[in-house]
């Protein structure tokens, strides 16, 4: 039997919780709360001030000075894009969207959902310098839309929530692609063109069978993320294309490896043994085989996805949202909620959003080209779809991007928080009441 130690009675609880479904979307709500409180405290100069003070990495001459704000922006959000690019290629390979005929579904539904924000948006910004916002509605935030479905348990199917899912997938694929091709400075085409030569040593290490997950992460880092970063494509792509060519593929097969494991084992229990706590050379060598085996059983792809979502889950997105979400509700707040910029978001995520994903969906059904997720009620898609309205993050960092102006980023806060509180809210009371 296995020996409890006591922090195992700590480690465990803490285990369960990052493993938990909704926790990951409760942290990112505490940390937007906790943003909000002291934007509007007697705290608010020190949390403005906080993000703006520089940090430099590098030597005399060769180094990169950025404030916290665009160190958190700019680096630690590519790993985020990189986890989402692992997701993509994991359901691409054999998820929900590996199927063509299953993914028909969610990916329209998703595009639809993306589309109709961006033209609401632009009805009310169009011709204006406020017009490149077009994007900020079009994201859905899959940490927060997930946590809640996950929070009514039974009362909605499982398919249903797998098709959240492969749309909230979908959706942040089309939000890679927008920042990619719209949302990028003036390129620097020697950068690029580095980044791109570390993209195909990547590509080729994954080829001759290279599966260690730190040579992927050095030269992904110290490469195709440093070379994206000075080329004026924004670097969060770069984490997209590494993940792209992480390997997919497991050395050992589920046959073998219970194959060998029952060898292993045989071997282990037959092993010379101690009578004290140390274990002896043979056994630790068994034990070695046992670990250099499980390893071999497990892609590369799912080994640094499954290490990186709780660091991704409770402190990037969280540190992301505590220093994007406060907003300060001064005495423009009133005029702040009637400007183009916070209606088109509100318009535009509420209605683009709900418009799109069921109007899609609808023809597709109606056309039966696919079917409603099994056991699920059009009701019930209803709920789905103002959940997909919740932005958030997705929303927050296109702002930055889509705007310079302080007082436009402002009045884009204002439309995503106020939306996705009503998405959020709405969207879970009527998923509540069931069919």
């Not at 940390?31 to 608010?44: C, D, E, F, Q, V």
């Amino acid at each position: 039997m296995a020996k409890h130690t006591p922090i195992d009675y700590l480690i465990k609880p803490m285990g369960r919780f990052i493993n938990n479904s909704t926790t990951s979307g409760i942290v990112l709500f505490i940390a937007a709360l906790a943003a909000l409180i002291m934007a509007n405290s007697p705290l608010s100069e020190f949390y403005k001030s906080l993000w703006e003070y520089k940090f430099t990495i590098g030597f005399e001459n060769y180094n990169i000075s950025k404030t916290v704000s665009h160190w958190i922006n700019d680096g630690l959000m590519a790993m985020f894009f990189f986890v989402i690019g692992l997701e993509l290629k994991r359901e691409v390979i054999g998820g929900e969207l590996s199927n063509p005929k299953d993914a028909i579904l969610p990916v329209f539904a998703g595009f639809g959902g993306m589309i109709f924000p961006a033209l609401i948006f632009l009805l009310f910004n169009f011709g204006t310098e406020t017009e490149s916002g077009w994007g900020i509605p079009m994201a859905t935030d899959i940490a927060f839309a997930l946590g809640i479905i996950y929070l009514l348990g039974d009362k909605v199917p499982l398919s249903l929530k797998i098709f959240l899912t492969a749309l909230a997938i979908a959706d942040d694929l089309g939000a890679v692609l927008v920042i990619a091709f719209f949302y990028t400075s003036q390129i620097s085409y020697t950068s690029l063109m580095i980044g791109a030569a570390f993209l195909g040593v990547l590509y080729a290490a994954n080829k001759i069978g290279v599966r260690s997950p730190a040579f992927y992460g050095i030269v992904g880092v110290g490469g195709v993320w440093l070379a994206f970063l000075l080329s004026g494509v924004h670097a969060t792509i770069a984490g997209v294309l590494a993940a792209l060519t992480i390997p997919a593929n497991v050395k050992v097969d589920d046959l073998l490896f219970t194959r060998k494991l029952r060898q292993l084992a045989v071997s282990f229990e037959n092993a010379e043994k101690n009578e004290i706590s140390l274990i002896t050379k043979e056994q630790l060598e068994v034990i070695e085989n046992v670990r250099n085996c499980t390893k071999a059983a497990i892609t590369p792809l799912q080994q640094i996805e499954h290490s990186l979502h709780p660091i991704v889950a409770f402190i990037i997105l969280p540190l992301f949202a505590f220093a994007n979400t406060g907003v300060e509700f001064s005495g423009n707040f009133a005029e702040g909620l009637t400007s183009n910029i916070t209606l088109g978001i509100i318009f535009g995520l509420l209605f683009g959003k709900f418009i799109g994903i069921v109007g899609v969906t609808r023809l597709i059904v109606f056309f039966k080209l696919a079917a409603l997720p099994q056991g699920a009620s059009w009701k019930q898609l209803y709920g789905v779809a103002l959940l997909a309205s919740v932005g958030f993050t997705m929303s927050l960092f296109i702002t930055e991007l889509a705007f310079s102006n302080p007082e436009h980023i402002v009045q884009a806060k204002f439309g995503i928080l106020i939306a996705s509180a009503i998405g959020g809210i709405s969207g879970y009371l009527l998923l509540r009441k069931g069919n």
